[in-house]
């Protein structure tokens, strides 16, 4: 396995609702949200908006020497890079980093 780098800072963030994102990027990147299943959940990271149904859960038991150990999801944007998050446990905020090989 490549050797893999995560960069973050650790600041935990909020999300935010569905009314704070900017119309044109719910038209653009969201036209698959409603209102009643995704009110919340949204941020952005480095000029891109996310919303946290995007990023895919690790289904099996991370090794201890994974370097997404802590990190609870992930959403890829090439073979070699992508967005890991961590959620709070009660959902209201998260921390976010890049991770590329």
């Known amino acids: ?6 960069k973050t800072n650790h600041h935990w963030r909020d999300f935010v609702y569905r009314s704070d994102v900017p ?5 653009d990147r969201f036209d698959w ?6 009110f919340d959940g949204f941020f952005c990271y480095r000029g891109w908006w996310y919303h946290n149904s995007e990023f ?17 999801a992930y959403a890829g944007d090439s073979y070699f890079s ?4 961590k ?3 009660d959902g209201e905020r998260y921390q976010i980093g890049t991770y590329f090989s």
């Open 1 to 6: 396995m490549a050797d893999i780098t995560i």
């Open 23 to 27: 119309a044109d990027v719910l038209a």
């Open 33 to 38: 949200t409603n209102e009643e299943d995704h």
């Open 82 to 85: 992508g967005v890991v998050i």
């Open 56 to 72: 895919s859960v690790w289904t099996s038991k991370l090794e201890d020497d994974s370097p997404f150990k802590g990190w609870d």
């Open 87 to 89: 959620v709070s446990r």
